[in-house]
């Protein structure tokens, strides 16, 4: 190939790949970061081992030779959910895809009928649940080619289209394993999906642990003693809210009393679940201030972070409830 023509088609494909800095307008934002971390997968140089036996459909280590980093990658589809990685990109990253899925399913559809079985999809005889990675977790039923008639039907009430547990599987979990179980069809739970699925059933026992503490919500007489002052409904009913949810961004407007909204969310945990450390993280200029409102408001002793390392160390290992630090350390 005369050297002018190879230049003219790598300045082509340079033009053509996906740009870093700024979203293309024919790309939504979810599809524009799936382009950068496919592009970016392909192009590295990880090392692949197959640890399952199948040669598409199988747990794979992907292993950075610069890093000396390793994550498991299961294949099970070429479609963004279909697959998984225990990298910290795939956890939180909500678009299913990773360079490291990216990278093993670039790898994968080079060798001789890869490229369709992915796209046909993984169908074992066995059934899968997982946990499929989005704005919203879901866990999912994949079906194994094996599964008995009788149990089907039974699944039918429990799954929506897609495989996806409705809240009344859930709560029936221990039932739907039994009858796959009594039915002797195997069925594999992925660990991130047990996980998940614990996450679910303690926030639900946090739930009725408070609604038995609190159950006339913002008017119980709970209230009456939680904090050193009274609390305005709203703020009891945001309070409730922090605690129930388990994990909560509090967006109320500045001088609405988010501070005490949360103390008091403390405190009602502290009563509900036995909450014995919290650690507050704020603004080096907020650390004293933090601590002058946990005393105005609550009976429970706070330690400011700050210091050398070796100070800090002691202050870490005390025995005080609360505990405030600052970002950048």
């Not at 060798?111 to 899968?128: D, Q």
Request: charged share 30%.
């Amino acid at each position: 190939m005369p050297a002018a023509t190879a230049r003219r088609r790598s300045k082509k494909a340079k033009a053509t790949k996906t740009p870093r800095t700024y979203k293309p307008e024919n790309l939504s934002l979810e599809d524009w970061q799936i382009a950068l971390r496919r592009e970016f997968g392909r192009e590295q140089r990880f090392k692949l081992a197959n640890v399952n036996g199948d040669a598409i459909f199988s747990d794979f280590n992907v292993s950075n030779p610069i890093t000396r980093r390793t994550y498991r990658v299961t294949i099970r589809g070429a479609n963004p959910g279909d697959n998984h990685c225990t990298c910290p990109d795939f956890a939180v990253n909500t678009l299913g895809t990773c360079k490291h899925i990216e990278f093993t399913l670039a790898r994968l559809e080079r060798r001789p009928g890869g490229k369709r079985a992915l796209h046909e999809g993984y169908r074992p005889s066995f059934s899968e649940i997982w946990l499929r990675y989005g704005v919203r977790r879901q866990l999912v039923f994949r079906r194994g080619s094996e599964l008995p008639t009788s149990v089907e039907q039974k699944l039918a009430k429990l799954l929506e289209r897609d495989g996806t547990l409705r809240d009344e599987a859930i709560e029936r979990f221990d039932e739907l394993i039994g009858d796959l179980r009594r039915a002797d069809h195997e069925v594999r739970l992925h660990e991130d999906a047990m996980e998940f699925l614990a996450q679910r059933r303690d926030t639900r026992r946090l739930r009725d642990r408070i609604d038995e503490i609190f159950p006339r919500v913002e008017r119980s007489a709970a209230f009456n003693d939680l904090l050193k002052v009274p609390l305005y409904p709203y703020q009891r009913a945001g309070a409730l809210f922090i605690a129930r949810a388990g994990r909560a961004l509090l967006a109320d407007d500045m001088g609405l009393g988010k501070t005490i909204q949360t103390l008091a969310a403390v405190e009602i945990l502290a009563r509900a679940v036995g909450l014995e450390r919290v650690l507050i993280i704020c603004p080096t200029s907020l650390k004293h201030q933090w601590r002058q409102e946990i005393e105005k408001f609550i009976d429970r002793s706070v330690t400011v972070i700050e210091g050398g390392i070796a100070t800090r160390a002691a202050r870490f290992a005390d025995e005080s409830f609360f505990k405030i630090d600052n970002y950048d350390v």
